[in-house]
């Protein structure tokens, strides 16, 4: 894993890159941390000690630890400062060294990121967006505040620190080694759909949407462009994805369309209903109206009816949920649907398919057959990119 450099400075929000220094460690990474004088004013450095298990640094010159800057700087894969306040990106857009995050800051070549958070006035102050500018321009990526409550009943406004789930999953995008899926555009869809019987019925499956969330936020930590495309679904989607919510199986179908023509990937990991209701009824059928069979007809195949928008070169993905034949139906539907790679499972087996954390996945290609076993769903979602960055590269989708 990486070593992260976390530089924070003092603001009402430093409490929160406790958090965030918990959820680094907790990612397996070795992260030094860096603390303005004002930040310790805020929150102990003993928190963070017992947090990382690492000692805490604030001075620029300490006895005997003269030259920690450098040090620290050239250890770092990643720097991160959270939060930044108004003072500290003044002083880094001026090139100040003054103090021993300042001074880490110049010495460091690794990826810096960082994370302002202040009032909303003081964001929206010209000097602060001409020193923001400033630091972009010298290659920091910088993360915007998030628009919430302030402190001090200041209302609500531009200017909150991003939650620490958000910016740590940043520093993993930052940190993840190189990938061929680095600024292609990665489309996903995931989730059931569902399909009205009446205004508060529908038919739909048990998909929860995990495993499309775990392919979708894989593909975003390995660098990519991202657009979930997500039914109706009960897994928790990282604040940081960009998400079109559908509901019907022709809504996915006309989202997938849309995104097609900009995609170097589709992964089709949803669940869509393959039937609907061919009337739903347009008022509440009440529990005293004699019971009516439901006639219901197919919805279309997304797969089938949007392969003339695919780009050429571009790498589709299909799954194949499977109770009988898993094999055999993913080799044809690798076939008849034009797939480059079928995932397929077996949904009669112990902790694989819909809901369960983990999944066992055959991958299917013209090629061959891989069998993976039983893994966590975000391991399956490695595998799976793994195979199409392996694919995209051959294919030269551009
Ligand atoms: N799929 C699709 N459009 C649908 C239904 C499914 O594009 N209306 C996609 C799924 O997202 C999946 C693949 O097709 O990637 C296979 O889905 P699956 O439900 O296993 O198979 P079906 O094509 O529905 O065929 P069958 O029901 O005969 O197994």
């Known amino acids: 894993m990486a070593r992260i450099l976390l530089g924070v400075t003092g603001g009402i929000a430093s409490y929160k890159s406790v958090w965030l220094a918990r959820l680094l460690t907790q990612a397996g990474h070795e992260v030094d941390v860096v603390?303005?004088?004002?930040?310790?004013?805020?929150?102990?450095?003993?928190?963070?000690?017992?947090?990382?298990?690492?000692?805490?640094?604030?001075?620029?010159?300490?006895?005997?630890?003269?030259?920690?800057?450098?040090?620290?700087?050239?250890?770092?894969?990643?720097?991160?400062?959270?939060?930044?306040?108004?003072?500290?990106?003044?002083?880094?857009?001026?090139?100040?060294?003054?103090?021993?995050?300042?001074?880490?800051?110049?010495?460091?070549?690794?990826?810096?990121?960082?994370?302002?958070?202040?009032?909303?006035?003081?964001?929206?102050?010209?000097?602060?967006?001409?020193?923001?500018?400033?630091?972009?321009?010298?290659?920091?990526?910088?993360?915007e505040p998030a628009v919430g409550p302030l402190a001090q009943g200041e209302g609500s406004g531009a200017g909150r620190l991003p939650e620490p789930e958000v910016i740590a999953a940043r520093v993993a995008r930052l940190v993840a080694p190189a990938s061929a899926l680095r600024g292609r555009h990665v489309v996903v869809t995931a989730g059931p759909t569902r399909e009205a019987v009446d205004p508060v019925r529908f038919v739909s499956n048990h998909s929860t949407g995990k495993m499309g969330v775990a392919i979708a936020e894989a593909a975003w930590r390995r660098g990519a462009e991202v657009t979930l495309i997500a039914g109706p679904m009960s897994a928790p989607v990282g604040?940081?994805?960009?998400?079109?919510?559908?509901?019907?199986t022709q809504e996915m179908a006309d989202a997938v369309r849309a995104a097609l023509p900009r995609a170097d990937v589709l992964v089709m990991a949803a669940a869509p209903a393959d039937f609907r209701p061919v009337e739903p009824a347009a008022q509440k059928i009440k529990k005293g109206a004699a019971p009516r069979p439901i006639e219901l007809t197919p919805t279309p195949d997304i797969l089938l009816t949007t392969r003339a928008d695919r780009r050429p070169g571009s790498v589709i993905v299909g799954f194949a949920l499977e109770t009988t034949d898993v094999l055999a139906s993913a080799r044809r539907k690798l076939e008849v649907k034009s797939l480059d790679l079928v995932v397929a499972n077996d949904a009669t087996e112990p902790g694989a398919g819909f809901g369960?954390?983990?999944?066992?996945?055959?991958?299917?290609?013209?090629?061959?057959?891989?069998?993976?076993?039983?893994?966590a769903k975000p391991a399956v979602a490695e595998a799976i990119l793994d195979e199409v960055e392996a694919r995209l590269a051959r294919q030269g989708a551009s």
């Open 35 to 143: 603390m303005s004088r004002a930040a310790r004013e805020f929150v102990g450095a003993i928190t963070f000690e017992a947090v990382t298990g690492r000692p805490v640094h604030t001075q620029l010159l300490d006895a005997g630890h003269a030259l920690d800057h450098i040090k620290l700087a050239r250890a770092a894969d990643a720097l991160v400062v959270a939060p930044a306040t108004a003072e500290f990106l003044a002083k880094a857009a001026g090139g100040h060294a003054d103090d021993l995050l300042t001074a880490c800051l110049l010495a460091a070549t690794c990826p810096v990121l960082v994370v302002p958070a202040m009032n909303d006035r003081m964001w929206a102050h010209p000097q602060v967006a001409q020193n923001v500018a400033h630091l972009r321009a010298l290659g920091y990526a910088i993360l």
């Open 239 to 248: 604040a940081w994805l960009p998400v079109v919510p559908v509901e019907t």
């Open 356 to 375: 369960h954390d983990t999944n066992r996945v055959t991958l299917v290609t013209a090629e061959g057959e891989v069998a993976l076993p039983l893994l």
